[in-house]
């Protein structure tokens, strides 16, 4: 799952860094995995809006020989404001209250067609609001694109020495060497 952590860490910086208010200074206070916090009231009473959400997930995936795989990277992007103003037309408070779409709007704009190693070439895919049970408005963005994991070529690509690296299986740390005999038994 490095894939997941490798995204996470590179998107949630780039976020964090460039979506900028009008004054150049970043919007979000906080930018973490998303864990549905907004949907508890004590977790949402915590939270220093606005505030950026990321989740990622995959249910295409194919294989490329035995040790490579393409990844169709499901990415999920959930934008969280406070929100206690009236969206009403003709409000006053209106305008304040809408400008959480520019916040929307700002990180798309950032990342449709944003290629990097960690996520591929990003591709909106949907969008939508996600409907809290607290007084915070949740829109999810939802990208797609592709990765290629090649970790596990990589782990048991030969060393200098022709010697395939080792794996490490499991919680007890025994360490086996692969050889063209053991590896056809390995669940990857």
């Known amino acids: 799952m490095r894939i997941v952590s490798q995204a996470y860490q590179h998107l949630g910086t780039f976020l964090k860094e460039n979506v900028l208010d009008d004054h150049d200074r970043p919007v979000f206070n906080l930018v973490d995995m998303w ?70 709007a700002r990180v798309h704009e950032l990342l449709q067609a944003y290629e990097h190693p960690a996520v591929g070439n990003l591709n909106r895919v949907g969008f939508a609001p996600f409907n809290a049970r607290t007084n915070v408005i949740v829109y999810r963005l939802t990208y797609l694109s592709e990765v290629v994991d090649t970790s596990v070529a990589d782990k048991r690509r030969p060393k200098a020495d022709g010697v395939p690296g080792k794996i490490i299986l499991g919680n007890k740390h025994q360490v086996v060497t692969p050889t063209a005999q053991n590896t056809k038994n390995f669940d990857i």
């Open 35 to 104: 864990a549905e916090q907004t949907e508890f009231p004590e977790l949402a009473e915590a939270i220093d809006f606005p505030a950026l959400f990321l989740a990622f997930g995959s249910d295409k995936i194919s294989t490329r020989g035995q040790l490579e795989q393409t990844i169709g990277l499901l990415t999920e992007v959930y934008v969280a404001i406070e929100n206690i103003q009236d969206t009403a037309i003709g409000s006053p408070e209106q305008p304040e209250a809408l400008h959480y779409f520019e916040v929307c």
